[in-house]
Nanobody, 121 residues
Framework: QVQLVESGGGLVQAGGSLRLSCVASGRTGTMVAMGWFRQPPGKDREFVTSIQLRDGVRVRVKGRFTISRDNAKNTVYLQIDSLVPEDTAVYFC?????????????????WGQGTQVTVSS
């Protein structure tokens, strides 16, 4: 089993930046990919970005969002720049032990509890 814990969320003014962290524990040696999703209020959860842990290959669909990893710390980060109110959401970290490059929820077996990001205008 793998446990994921996100941190770094909070209230930020529009135009600012934020870095979220996700620390993995447990059987981390089995993980091959980690990703970030977000769920805005009243909406479905959506894919943000992912990274392959072995070679760092990223899947990125939103230009202001950058994922990075520190394998030694079993941690992935999500840097969000030029925040806008529409970025307000709960941000979830996810991981999988077999698939890489997945952009849908069913591509990830392990999930964190989420961290709230609120952007004020």
């Amino acid at each position: 089993q793998v446990q994921l814990v996100e941190s770094g969320g909070g209230l930020v003014q529009a135009g600012g930046s934020l870095r979220l962290s996700c620390v993995a524990s447990g059987r981390t040696g089995t993980m091959v990919a980690m990703g970030w999703f977000r769920q805005p209020p009243g909406k479905d959860r959506e894919f943000v970005t992912s990274i392959q842990l072995r070679d760092g290959v990223r899947v990125r669909v939103k230009g202001r969002f950058t994922i990075s990893r520190d394998n030694a710390k079993n941690t992935v980060y999500l840097q969000i720049d030029s925040l806008v109110p529409e970025d307000t959401a709960v941000y979830f970290c996810a991981a999988d032990s077999s698939r890489v490059g997945a952009t849908t929820e069913d591509g990830y077996h392990y999930w964190g509890q989420g961290t709230q990001v609120t952007v004020s205008s």
